[in-house]
Antibody, heavy 118, light 108 residues
Framework: EVQLSQSGPEVKKPGESLKISCKGSGYIFTDYWIGWVRQMPGKGLEWMGI????????TYSPSFQGQVTISADKSTSTAYLQWSGLKASDTAMYYCARTGIAGSLSYWGQGTLVTVSS | SYELTQPPSVSVSPGQTATITCSGDALPKKSAFWYQQKSGQAPVLVIYDDSKRPSGIPERFSGSRSGTMATLTISGAQVEDEADYYCYSTDSSGNLWVFGGGTKLTVL
């Protein structure tokens, strides 16, 4: 069974750094793209970017380029999303999702809630 | 940057047909996907490649695409279909994916 297990909720202060994780299981991790999606409180889904763990090929949405870093570790079947200096506006639920049918994001993690507050 | 436009809300009575539209300049050449998101849950794919249903998705969910518009239709909407629905597609390059702004479907 394909599963994506995300790390737990985080509470951070503005300016702090953060790295959240998404561990894949039940499939060959290097064979499928993993995307990250932001959902701010009460708002819609936003596609942040996507990585192919096989060769770490990464594409970012222009809205998130330079704001976050997406990476993957093949040895642990884990994808990451990181910030070097959080802002209050980064407060959101972050989902990872694996591609599947026709390139869609077919399998989703449970989400990681990130709260940034002074 | 590329955008997909959806109506903010649609409301129907149980048993009626709900229609949710999604417009985008690249849709004449790019497939559309649809996700359902219920409150407090992760999104679920309900339509892929414009009109195909993943296994486990009820037959009342259907999709189509024509010109710059994709459409999600829920025939005989049920109370349990009440959720936010998002279209999803790529820009003309095929490298950048976007979600529509989402449509809140109310069934009551």
């Amino acid at each position: 069974e394909v599963q994506l297990s995300q790390s737990g909720p985080e509470v951070k202060k503005p300016g702090e750094s953060l790295k959240i994780s998404c561990k894949g299981s039940g499939y060959i991790f290097t064979d499928y793209w993993i995307g990250w999606v932001r959902q701010m409180p009460g708002k819609g889904l936003e596609w942040m970017g996507i990585i192919y763990p096989g060769d770490s090929d990464t594409t970012y949405s222009p809205s998130f380029q330079g704001q976050v870093t997406i990476s993957a570790d093949k040895s642990t079947s884990t994808a990451y999303l990181q910030w070097s200096g959080l802002k209050a506006s980064d407060t959101a639920m972050y989902y990872c999702a694996r591609t599947g049918i026709a390139g869609s994001l077919s399998y989703w993690g449970q989400g990681t809630l990130v709260t940034v507050s002074s | 940057s590329y955008e997909l436009t959806q109506p903010p809300s649609v409301s129907v009575s149980p048993g009626q047909t709900a229609t949710i539209t999604c417009s985008g300049d690249a849709l004449p050449k790019k497939s559309a996907f649809w996700y359902q998101q219920k409150s407090g849950q992760a999104p679920v794919l309900v339509i892929y490649d414009d009109s195909k249903r993943p296994s486990g998705i009820p037959e009342r969910f259907s999709g189509s695409r024509s010109g710059t518009m994709a459409t999600l239709t829920i025939s005989g909407a049920q109370v349990e279909d009440e959720a936010d629905y998002y279209c999803y597609s790529t820009d003309s390059s095929g490298n950048l994916w976007v979600f529509g702004g989402g449509t809140k479907l109310t069934v009551l």
